[in-house]
């Protein structure tokens, strides 16, 4: 069992948006700006899209957002496209005196 | 360009002792940047298991810290990954990455990963 909480799957048609969220604890989530998303093709590394809840790594196009409210974090595609069509991770920076990070379960983004 | 390549048996018995080695290259194993292993069960979900420093400072996924040994070699420019009485739930994808600083400890690079079986 995963320390987030992420819905098992998410669709969207082309050019519509689509909100994945992570849902944690004050202990996580909710106790730090140190939440990421990652974006997994099968077979593939993951590479992060969104870190500090809302800062997007250089490449990463502007379709990709990130929000937090709360002990819950949200990943926002808009205008989804074909090639959004992957697994997407949550995590969270979860020590208060000492280094831990927890995933989520992971999100598989449909596009029909 | 950062690069990590992860390196060590693909196979291990059952209550032997898993090590992997990642490589870095177009960084610093010395920079301001922290150096972690995620692990990945077939078919499921990431799994942070340790993060080092260069200085040696190091730190542990409580779930698996009486098991887990992290180096780092900074004349070579890596680091290495030690599981010890392994199962076999300990079967996964292992992951180098780098890990951001300041307070972000999001991992921004990432290795290939290594498949690493559990079996006798």
């Known amino acids: 069992q995963s320390a987030l909480t992420q819905p098992p799957s998410a669709s969207g048609s082309p050019g519509q948006s689509v909100t994945i969220s992570c849902t944690g604890t004050?202990?996580?989530?909710?106790?730090?700006?140190?939440v990421s998303w990652y974006q997994q093709y099968p077979g593939k590394a993951p590479k992060l899209m969104i870190y500090?809840?809302?800062k997007r790594p250089s490449g990463v196009p502007d379709r990709f957002s990130g929000s937090k409210s709360g002990n819950t974090a949200s990943l926002t595609v808009s205008g989804l496209q074909a090639e959004d069509e992957a697994d997407y991770y949550c995590?969270?920076?979860?020590?208060?005196?000492?280094?831990?990070?927890?995933f989520g379960g992971g999100t598989k983004l449909t596009v029909l | 360009q950062v690069q990590l390549q992860e390196s060590g048996p693909g196979l291990v018995k059952p209550s032997e002792t898993l090590s992997l080695t990642c490589a870095v290259s177009?960084?610093?194993?010395?920079?301001?940047?922290?150096w972690g292993w995620i692990r990945q069960p077939p078919g499921k979900g990431l799994e942070w298991i340790a993060t080092?420093?260069?200085?040696?400072?190091?730190y542990y996924n409580p779930s698996l810290k009486s098991r887990v040994t992290i180096s780092v070699d900074t004349s070579k420019n890596q680091f290495s990954l030690k599981l010890s009485s392994v199962t076999a739930a300990d079967t996964a994808v292992y992951s180098c990455?780098?890990?951001?600083?300041?307070?972000?400890?999001?991992?921004?690079?990432w290795g290939q990963g290594t498949l690493v079986t559990v079996s006798s």
């Open positions: 995590s969270s920076y979860a020590g208060s005196n000492n280094l831990n990070v927890v």
């Open positions: 177009g960084d610093s194993i010395s920079s301001d940047y922290y």
């Open positions: 990455a780098r890990q951001m600083p300041r307070g972000l400890w999001a991992f921004d690079y």
């Open positions: 004050s202990s996580d989530v909710g106790g730090y700006n140190s």
């Open positions: 080092i420093y260069h200085s040696g400072k190091t």
């Open positions: 500090e809840v809302s």
